[in-house]
Each structure stands twice: as structure tokens, then as C-alpha cells.
């Protein structure tokens, strides 16, 4: 009965989570991009800092009305929020946030494996909402998402390869078990492969081309109106907690502190995370979208090739110490 209700509370830490951190990360890109960008709107609405902006921001979608294209694939075009969000909660069940078994919604012997192919399923949800708007902007849209998919997926598993093979494990909690700061350096390079890769796959600024709305009006989603539209930036919020929660786990230790202070334990993960998410806001306000040439190259002729080369020096640091 006690492994039913900690199993049970663990879900529920989760779900709470799942809710809260990308409210977090959406309120904190309001005022980092405000302060940036010199946009007044997100300073002052509410009173005090702007507090009221996502308040306003969830009644507003909450009063749109829920439009359904008449030709559009109605079933198909319902559920793609629904497969594009879910999928980061089964992959925070999956991050560990602190040492022992504890602090994990669920151990996963294969936790890379799992967690790169369930965020490769919640990219279908873009292609859903495309597909079925029956709109030729909207499927241009997915299209280009298809594209950033094929094109950034191998570049990040292979990635997150060159750090299971020094860890010598493909579990998430084993990884952070034999992490060692000497790593930092041996493991940059992949740490920024695996980073980059995640946002074109999140399709974050400036790998922005589905959403472009100075092109295709804003890509798969243009025919989203209300809640259904609301889920989709949740889960774009959702993904950018999910990689950089990943990013902290693989390759900055998770919830090790420095010089041995492993002490805060889980505040460890929770303030690397939100470093890393804040670096997502920064490059969104500094760097311009890329054309859908850069992108492809970006991705194969330096992505790919640095990623193969962390593997090699991986396994030769490997060979090397045993």
C-alpha cells in the first residue's frame, strides 16, 4: 500500500510540475523579452511588474471561440494539440530532479531511448495540425517541420550517445550516478550539439521556419483559435522545461552541486534548468530566423560531424582511462 501511494504522489508531483513550469517559463519570457525589446504591454498589465500579462493572456484564449475549418480533417484536427503536448509529460516522469529512485516519476532502464522517442512524437502533432487544416499554408508549415525533424533528430541522439557511452549506461539516474565534473570539458561540444538540436526540433527562434508568420502566416497552426491554440504554446513552454531539464541531466550533473556541495539536491536541477531556459528567451530576441537552406546545412555539414567527433574522442578518453 506505501509503494501504491508514493508511486502515486510521485505522479502527482509530476502533473503539478507539468502545469506549473511552463506557466513559469511563459510568464519569464513576457518580461525578459519586455525588458530586452522595450515592450511596455508586459511591464504594466495587473500592477506591479506586469503580474496580471498571463492571467490576461488565459482569459483571452479561454473567450476565443473553437473554429474548425469546414474542410478541414475535423477528428485529426482535434487531437493535435492534445499529441503535441502529452508527450513532455511522459518525459518529465522520466527526468530525474535528485539522487535515489525517489525523486523520478518513473525509472526507465532505457531512459535516453525513451525520452528521445517520445519527444520525436510530440513534433507529430505539428504535422497532424498541418495536415489536416486544409489550409496550403498550414501544410507548408508541416511540412517544414517534417524537415527539421529528419534533419536535427540524429545530431541530438547521437549526442546524447557520445554520453551514455561514458557513463557507460542508457538510465537517466545512472548517468547522473557516474557523473564526474572532468566531464564539463570532455563533453561540451555535445552538450551544445544536443542543445541546438533541441530547439530546432522545438522549432524555437531562430529555428522558427514552421511559425513563420512573415511567410505562411504562422504555419501549422494558423487555423487554431482559443484553448486548442493555448495547448499548442503549452507545449511549446512544456518542451523548452523538457530540454533543458534533459540538457542539465546528461551534461551539467543535474542535481550535483559544485565542489561537492550535492547537498540542495533537486534546487541543483531546478536552478540549471532555469538557466539554460533562460539562454532559449536570450536567443530568441538576439538571433533572426535562419533560411531553410542554413538550416539543412547547419544541421548536416556541422551538427552531424561534431557530434560523430564527441563520440569518437569519447571512446578514445574511454579507452584511455581503462
Request: net charge negative; with cysteine; glycine share 10%.
Amino acid at each position: 500500500m506505501n509503494d501504491v501511494l508514493d508511486v502515486a504522489l510521485r505522479l502527482v508531483i509530476v502533473f503539478v510540475a507539468f502545469l506549473v513550469l511552463p506557466l513559469v517559463v511563459g510568464q519569464t519570457e513576457h518580461k525578459v523579452m519586455a525588458h530586452m525589446q522595450g515592450r511596455l504591454g508586459p511591464m504594466y498589465a495587473g500592477g506591479f511588474h506586469g503580474w496580471a500579462q498571463l492571467v490576461a493572456d488565459g482569459v483571452k484564449f479561454a473567450q476565443k471561440e473553437d473554429v474548425v475549418p469546414a474542410d478541414a480533417d475535423r477528428r485529426v484536427f482535434q487531437i493535435a494539440p492534445a499529441v503535441a503536448l502529452l508527450p513532455y509529460l511522459l518525459v518529465l516522469l522520466a527526468i530525474p530532479v535528485g539522487p535515489g529512485d525517489g525523486a523520478v516519476g518513473q525509472v526507465i532502464d532505457a531512459g535516453i531511448f525513451f525520452v528521445l522517442a517520445v519527444m520525436g512524437v510530440g513534433v507529430l502533432g505539428a504535422l497532424m495540425a498541418g495536415w489536416a487544416s486544409a489550409n496550403k499554408f498550414s501544410l507548408l508549415g508541416g511540412l517544414r517541420t517534417a524537415a527539421q525533424l529528419l534533419a536535427y533528430e540524429l545530431p541530438m541522439l547521437l549526442a546524447a550517445a557520445s554520453v551514455a557511452m561514458a557513463a557507460g549506461t542508457v538510465s537517466l539516474p545512472g548517468i547522473l550516478d557516474a557523473f564526474e565534473w572532468w566531464w564539463l570539458p570532455w563533453q561540451i561540444v555535445g552538450a551544445v550539439v544536443f542543445f541546438v538540436a533541441g530547439l530546432a526540433e522545438l522549432q524555437r527562434p531562430p529555428f522558427d521556419m514552421p511559425v513563420a508568420d512573415s511567410e505562411i502566416i504562422f504555419g501549422a497552426y494558423t487555423e487554431y483559435t482559443g484553448l486548442r491554440f493555448a495547448l499548442f504554446l503549452l507545449a511549446e513552454y512544456a518542451g523548452i522545461v523538457v530540454l533543458c531539464g534533459l540538457t542539465t541531466v546528461l551534461f551539467l550533473g543535474g542535481w550535483h552541486g559544485p565542489w561537492g556541495a550535492d547537498g540542495l539536491g533537486w534546487v541543483w536541477t531546478l536552478l540549471k534548468t532555469a538557466v539554460l531556459a533562460f539562454i532559449v528567451i536570450w536567443l530568441r530576441v538576439t538571433y533572426p530566423r535562419l533560411r531553410e537552406d542554413q538550416l539543412q546545412k547547419l544541421a548536416w555539414t556541422t551538427l552531424v560531424p561534431l557530434a560523430l567527433a564527441q563520440i569518437a574522442l569519447t571512446g578514445i578518453v574511454k579507452v584511455a582511462i581503462n
